[in-house]
């Protein structure tokens, strides 16, 4: 088995994902790059390496089973064990988002990704995950997916556009990671969830007002909590999020 610490990030050949990368790899960790597309994967894996970061790819398409399965497999006969799952892929799932207007299609596909492939990975990671002695779970939500965020007089200001799709599949998400900090509750596993900000990447059409690496930050703290650190709990860089 690795002595190092070893992580594995969705989603990680861009935008915040690179960037949680290259954060916990500048912490001497061995960074999994969970990317599907392999050339975008191999440039990333590059990249990370030319800054110093012990990189290795992992191809991974968080909505196919198979995928899912393979990377495990792949982190199985690397190091034996995984110490931090960052789940950080997801999609908008398209446009229009209005619920009144939004294909059902759209809605599918961003849950597919947002919610159901967290499922799919954490749960095909969890055998390796049970093998660390601090296992860390960082699921990347939004305060968009927020309902206290999405009502009540302060709505106007921090709801983001009306959704169907994205911000929904975040409430939904947030929902999923508390039922596992419930279900795990006992173990040494600690889960839960951050949100960036609002950062420039390709989601929002590099709209955000913050950096990648700012955004990054959130989940460095999460994937580095002690062992009677948080779970089950949502945060952004001020502090708790409420559901
Ligand atoms: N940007 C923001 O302002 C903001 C705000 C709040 C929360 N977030 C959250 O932060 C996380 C990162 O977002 P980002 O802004 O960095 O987005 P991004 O630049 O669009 O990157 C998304 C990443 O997810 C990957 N991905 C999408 N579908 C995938 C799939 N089926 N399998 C594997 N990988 C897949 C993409 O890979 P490809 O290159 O192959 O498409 C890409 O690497 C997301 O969870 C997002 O919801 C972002």
């Known amino acids: 088995m690795s002595e190092r610490t070893i992580a594995l ?14 954060g916990l790899g500048a912490l001497g960790w061995s960074i999994g790059v969970g990317a599907r597309d392999e050339q975008r994967r191999d440039a990333a894996v590059e990249k990370l390496r030319a800054a110093g970061v012990e990189a290795f790819g992992v191809p991974l398409d968080v909505t196919d089973d198979a995928s899912a399965t393979a990377a495990a497999r792949l982190i199985e006969e690397r190091a034996g064990r995984l110490d931090v799952l960052v789940n950080n892929a997801a999609v908008t799932g398209g446009m229009p988002q209005e619920p009144t207007r939004v294909d059902p299609a759209t809605i599918r596909t961003a849950v597919e990704t947002n919610v159901i492939g967290v499922v799919r990975v954490t749960n095909a990671m969890l055998p390796l995950l049970r093998r660390s002695a601090s296992p860390r779970i ?3 939500s939004s305060t968009v997916g927020s309902l206290a965020r999405q009502s009540g007089p302060a709505a106007e200001q921090t709801a983001g556009p009306v959704s169907a799709a994205y911000a929904p599949s975040k409430a939904f998400l947030n929902a999923v990671t508390l039922q596992y900090a419930r279900e795990l509750s006992g173990t040494n596993i600690l889960i839960n969830l951050g949100c960036p900000g609002y950062v420039a990447t390709d989601l929002n059409g590099f709209r955000g007002v913050r950096t990648p690496a700012q955004g990054a930050a959130i989940a460095v703290e999460l994937a580095t909590l002690p062992d009677d650190g948080p779970t089950g709990q949502f945060f952004d860089d001020a502090g708790v999020v409420p559901w």
């Open 9 to 22: 990030v969705t989603g990680a050949n861009k935008g915040i994902g690179y960037e949680i990368a290259a």
């Open 138 to 140: 960082v699921n990347m």
